[in-house]
């Protein structure tokens, strides 16, 4: 039935890791940490991106381009940056190689050393706060609105596909504003398309807050998140949009004339969402079987296999085929034939539940007779006969059928996962069997934040934004809390 | 008049450099040869590679993304490729930085050496090669026709904007074939789709042929290009398109069952154009008083600019600029209105200018009393007055138009710049003189080629492959020449 998928009940992690590999979305490469992804795994990221594109651009945000290589001074410039980043850099100290006579292969040529190192940008707010220095004099070069697609790379220890790779792809926002108000507000404004995005194309529902000092992003005066929780009760951080105020403007020397003619630091922002997204998507919504797309993402969203025994069936049922993909083509439905001869109908069924296709609609020898169809929808594996007249209409029904599934059940399991801790032993309880969200008072102190991490590896997710809680006790040391906090284990 | 842009006909080189910045289009980052694309040049690039990512889907290839990384090691197992890109190579030798307690700022780890250093992709054939090796198991798995938008890294000594930088966009596309005839045929397709590219949107006139042995990409069997000639008489490689022959496969061990059950090594191709195409388009079509662009990759077809004295013409002109701007949107063409009123028309005109957009249109008093609207076409620096009804009919025939005219103007320019040379004496007077494209006789040997590019500075830019021409004898040694050559002096 599987496929060979292990159960997610059985081995959550193994389960992912299977699932990555037999629905074709990725790979780890030769190099330690770095992954390939596929071209049916990229198909999905190519849709992502479209539609986050679409909605920057909309929003005013123009695309542009810096550099890959970060001089090393550069990140010491911001003292929390620096600290943030720099255990997990990869750097170039050199420009040649030449040919080693001994072993017949290159070696790194001594001659050929960079005078000052050079680190590929883990983020790149140094290189491009550098840049804005030159670009921002006056007020009416503000706001500046820029975004950029890259990859980047952090060092990582130990990584999983999509998840925690060395290096990902990614986009990173960078603004700057006249004041406070105006870079707070696009903060927000930002998670506002995180969220959207999140909920109504990837079909996750979303926690919003910020994080605690010890979460924030290096260098951010405050980090806004989005966090989503997955099939195994872990919390998922989907994306942050970060307030700078003049942290990076102070670093770079970057100041501009107001109207009023005065000399003042500009405000800042940053924000990005990355293939870490992938992830949260498969685990999000995926089963046993394999991948679950939300018509919204899927590279296809129906697939049609004709069926048939005889040559003069498969002429009528190939005909058939094409007749309703054109027409659902037409319709702006991104449908696709598998006719290939060299593979049974069984075994397409699987292939196509394994790599997620929303609708799958079989077309037989009764079916020409009868003028029907079998369709079956991915999320629910139901199948039904229904009449072909009309079929775009009830294709098209069902594609926003399954959009709204996908996001009613995620949006059931999130808040069925989420909890309310009065005490610190309910607080371990529920960690240690369900795992989930879980609402607890802290009083605000690095230090309680770290002895629940070390006890129990829960972190804070988030301080909510979207609803205030009322003031309480801290569950760990009893003093006064504002307000209640999420908590989780996160990947 | 030019904004202070250098003139053509003065210095070329300075122009060009100036054209770049004043646009708006690049600029030199802090890392030595590393460029930042600004907004403005970006969404040029992100016009171009829409329209060459559909032809590529078109003609069944798929993206994928590859890692950033190769090891050392891989660049050696093809002895030419290895050869090619061993010079240039920007190396990672650690993966971690650690606080300098005497500087204050940070030193690469000496404990966080990598055990084999890692090249940051010159391109991607041998991690590529090295994936497919597990991908390809049979016929069925062929032909394998994959793409990458990526950045890549060779390490430049003299660099400049677009043309030659350290890190640079492109496109990488490589498949894998089951016979011989396939992969040349993939091959030819890819140099028809840059062609067609290239003319029809670029509106840059090519010349199609084959790189000599000097020329050709390492590791590749045949190296497939389109070259265009720049205003001031260069020649510059556009694309390229290699036939790979089993190099890559046999290096990487590629191998796939046969039809027939026998193990063969697969047959390989790789072809790509980079953000170089920008360079091409700046140096085809522009002039001394700023960037001309086609309206095919014009970021804005039309600016529309109200001119007014008075509070009351303000509002009636600016009503109809939008009235007129939504007409255009509505029927697709990318149309904006500059109604900033920090700036003075004066200025305008030489901002949109200098842009290269292709149309302007202008409203004032006089053309709200008589329903009208004045129109001014970027190519050919002519004005005239216009009735607004229809205005989208005129401003659509108006860009095709301009479409076609400088792709003619381009043409003619070559044709007129592309001589024969029947001696070495005439090369080298036309050579010294006037540039161009020279066509002449070749004995097919390196030394010959080596000794022109010594005396004259020009390289054979291909072996033409769109006419046969006769044979002859060699205009330096008298020897025996199957056909002419095309010889040009090359960015």
Redesign the interface.
Known sequence: MSKGLPQRSNDFSAWYNELVKKADLA?N???RG??????YG??I??NMQSTLDKMFKESGH???????????????KEADH?EGF??????????????DDES???V?DPKAKLEE????RPTSET?IW??YK?WIQSY?DLPLL?NQW??V?R?EMRTRLFLRTS?F?WQEGHTAHETKKEAEEETIKILDIYTKFLEETMAIPVLRGIKSENEKFAGAVETYCVEALMQDGKALQAGTSHFLGQNFAKAFDVKFATKEGKNEFVWGTSWGVSTRLIGALIMSHSDDRGLVLPPNLAPNQVIIIPIYNSKEDYKKCLEKAEEINNHLIANNIRSEIDSRE?HKPGWKFSEYEMKGVPIRIVIGPKDIENNTVEIARRDELKKEIIKENNIDKVVENMLIDIQNNLFEKAKNFREKNTKTANSYEEFKKIIKNDNGFVYAHWDGSKETEEKIKNDTKATIRCIPIDKKGDRGKCIVTGKDSERMVVFGKAY
């Open positions: 790979e490469s030769a190099v770095c992954m390939v992804i596929k071209p990229f198909s990221w190519e123009k695309n542009a381009y810096f550099p890959l290589f970060i001089p090393k001074s550069y990140l010491s620096v720099a255990k997990e850099c990869a750097v170039v100290t050199h420009y040649r190689l030449k040919a017949g292969g290159v790194v190192e050079l680190i590929i290189v550098n840049t030159n009416r820029v890259a990859n790379v060092w290096e792809l060299n």
